[in-house]
């Protein structure tokens, strides 16, 4: 399973930017997609997840300001992000579960410069 992220980049506050993520290999199915992010000198952190029947849960960091969504026909998860912060600068990093087993994208950089 590979994982192809796009869509960082740099952006002032109170922009928005669209990360995506597409899942490529041979499963039939994917449980959970998400995305987690890490700023510098910081720890990975949650940012959102998706189930197979939609069912999402959000960070409150980003609560308001993200939307996840996912089209399982394309095998990709999607990261809507607006009003970003300065806050929000960070490596983001795409996963999903296949059959009980992570998969981890390279990660993509969003820079958010006030």
């Known amino acids: 399973v590979q994982l192809q992220a796009s869509g960082g980049g740099s952006v002032q506050a109170g922009g928005s930017l669209r990360l995506s993520c597409a899942a490529s290999?041979?499963?039939?199915?994917?449980?959970?997609m998400g995305w987690y992010r890490q700023a510098p000198g910081k720890q990975r952190e949650l940012v959102a997840w998706i189930r197979t029947g939609g069912n999402t849960n959000i960070a409150d960091s980003v609560k308001g300001r993200c939307t996840i969504s996912r089209d399982n026909a394309k095998s990709t998860v999607y990261l809507q992000m607006d009003s970003l912060k300065s806050e929000d600068t960070a490596v983001y990093y795409c996963?999903?579960?296949?059959?009980?087993?992570?998969?981890w994208g390279n990660g993509t950089l969003v820079t958010v410069s006030s």
């Open positions: 290999g041979k499963f039939f199915t994917i449980s959970n």
């Open positions: 996963y999903v579960m296949i059959y009980g087993l992570e998969y």
